[in-house]
């Protein structure tokens, strides 16, 4: 049996590219791989979602009318791909085991999405990064990283942000808007909170899956969160 607390930390594509907006940004790749490193040091499990808006989104692509939202959306996922082997060379290099499974095949480039070899990895104490989101057009990596969250048993989701979390009101238009700290499902599928898309905070109401907003770019704060201290988060449960 595996008492251990495990995690999905979910962060976007575009918190890899730095200021340039697009691309993968090595320092901050490096930084993301300390962070993680540090989680992991307090023993959890760690799975790992990456988005792949730093490289294409499929409705972006697909916007000019040339190219169908469907390939849009392949090319969203193999995006992810690319993404989860810099995140996989980053966390070797400082040290870290790592398996990177895709939803989609590739086997010269890394595993197949398999649950319970996932799980075995993780209890084995790698890291595992879940690529090419679900395998499906039409649906982000936010409900990507939800669906893995629940098929690991994962105790809850880190949506990893700029932010801090969520706040009351716009944090960059008021000097007073206030964190929330805890937040219902039904707070989060508000229009103007929107901690994640629908589908994903769905899923996640539906499997009772806590959902931890934090500012990943906030030296300690993921390790915080794994020492049971949100005070510097916001939390969406029941
Ligand atoms: N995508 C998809 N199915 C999935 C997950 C992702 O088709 O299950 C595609 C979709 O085109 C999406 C792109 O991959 O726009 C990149 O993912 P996302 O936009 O969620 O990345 P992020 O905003 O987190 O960087």
Same mark, same amino acid.
């Given at each position: 049996?595996?008492?251990?607390?495990?995690?999905?930390?979910?962060?976007?594509?575009?918190a890899?590219?730095?200021?340039?907006?697009?691309?993968?940004?090595?320092?901050?790749?490096?930084?993301?791989?300390?962070? &993680?490193?540090?989680?992991?040091?307090?023993?959890?499990?760690?799975?790992?979602?990456?988005?792949?808006?730093?490289?294409?989104?499929? @409705?972006?692509?697909?916007?000019?009318?040339?190219?169908?939202?469907?390939?849009?959306d392949?090319?969203?996922?193999?995006?992810?791909?690319?993404?989860? &082997?810099a995140?996989?060379?980053?966390?070797?290099?400082?040290?870290?085991?790592?398996?990177?499974?895709?939803a989609?095949?590739?086997?010269?480039?890394?595993?197949?999405?398999?649950?319970?070899?996932?799980?075995?990895?993780l209890?084995?104490?790698? &890291?595992?990064?879940?690529?090419?989101?679900?395998?499906?057009?039409?649906?982000?990596?936010?409900?990507?990283?939800?669906l893995?969250?629940?098929?690991?048993?994962?105790?809850?989701?880190?949506?990893?942000?700029?932010?801090?979390? @969520?706040?009351?009101?716009?944090?960059?238009?008021?000097?007073?808007?206030?964190?929330?700290?805890?937040?219902?499902?039904?707070?989060?599928?508000?229009?103007?909170?929107?901690?994640?898309?629908?589908?994903?905070?769905?899923?996640?109401?539906?499997?009772?899956?806590? &959902?931890?907003?934090?500012?990943?770019?906030?030296?300690?704060?993921?390790?915080?969160i794994?020492?049971n201290?949100?005070?510097?988060?916001?939390?969406?449960?029941?």
């Amino acid at each position: 049996m595996d008492n251990k607390k495990r995690i999905l930390v979910k962060f976007s594509g575009e918190a890899l590219a730095g200021a340039n907006g697009f691309g993968i940004d090595s320092s901050i790749l490096k930084f993301i791989a300390g962070e &993680i490193k540090n989680l992991a040091s307090s023993g959890v499990e760690i799975g790992i979602v990456i988005g792949g808006g730093n490289i294409v989104r499929g @409705v972006s692509a697909a916007a000019g009318g040339i190219i169908k939202r469907t390939s849009g959306d392949h090319m969203g996922m193999l995006a992810t791909v690319i993404n989860a &082997i810099a995140m996989r060379e980053a966390l070797e290099s400082v040290g870290m085991d790592v398996r990177v499974q895709s939803a989609i095949k590739m086997e010269a480039i890394c595993e197949t999405f398999i649950i319970g070899r996932a799980k075995r990895h993780l209890e084995k104490g790698r &890291i595992v990064i879940f690529a090419a989101g679900t395998g499906n057009p039409f649906f982000t990596t936010d409900t990507a990283a939800t669906l893995r969250a629940i098929e690991i048993e994962s105790d809850m989701i880190v949506k990893a942000t700029k932010v801090d979390g @969520v706040y009351d009101k716009d944090p960059n238009k008021f000097e007073d808007a206030k964190l929330l700290n805890r937040l219902s499902y039904e707070d989060a599928l508000k229009d103007d909170i929107k901690v994640m898309d629908d589908t994903a905070i769905a899923l996640a109401k539906d499997n009772a899956l806590p &959902i931890v907003v934090c500012n990943m770019f906030k030296t300690g704060n993921l390790l915080k969160i794994a020492n049971n201290d949100l005070s510097t988060c916001s939390v969406v449960k029941n």
